[in-house]
């Protein structure tokens, strides 16, 4: 009965990260406006195919992802900057973020009031959670004002 139980859980867990990751999929774009279509389009592609090794914990898929969600990636995917910041968040808990991913954490998250700073912190706990099947223990960097 207990590994009944343990099996139904694991697999529940599996599902609902899974579908959580879906459900926080961002919002592709057009290319019809862009000046550089075949480039969005490019992009869409590589940002269709990064959003599920970033979610299963390849680290330059996640700061693909980043970066898109806070550039736009040329017109492919929306701006989000809170999605961002929760991703540069995730980034530099790892075990193989450097200066560069600290300096992207800050140009990310210091765009946001402290609520949504907040918010974005307790979300990227969660998903480093799912993502890496621990807690984020890492210290962020300090967001100078």
């Avoid at 207990?2 to 592709?28: C, D, H, W």
């Avoid at 680290?59 to 540069?88: N, T």
């Avoid at 402290?114 to 974005?120: C, E, G, I, K, N």
Wanted: aromatic share 8%.
């Amino acid at each position: 009965m207990i590994r009944y139980v343990m099996t139904l859980a694991i697999l529940l867990i599996g599902l609902s990260a899974q579908a959580f990751a879906e459900n926080q999929r961002p919002k592709m774009l057009s290319c019809t406006q862009s000046q550089d279509r075949p480039y969005c389009e490019k992009q869409k592609a590589n940002f269709s195919a990064a959003w599920p090794k970033a979610n299963g914990g390849d680290y330059m898929s996640q700061r693909g992802v980043a970066f898109c969600l806070f550039s736009g990636c040329s017109g492919a995917v929306e701006v989000d900057l809170k999605a961002a910041c929760i991703w540069q968040i995730v980034i530099v808990g790892t075990e193989k973020a450097d200066s560069t991913d600290a300096a992207n954490f800050r140009q990310a998250c210091r765009r946001l009031d402290a609520a949504d700073l907040s918010d974005a912190e307790a979300q990227a706990r969660i998903s480093y959670g799912r993502i890496f099947k621990r807690l984020l223990t890492k210290k962020l960097p300090l967001i100078p004002a």
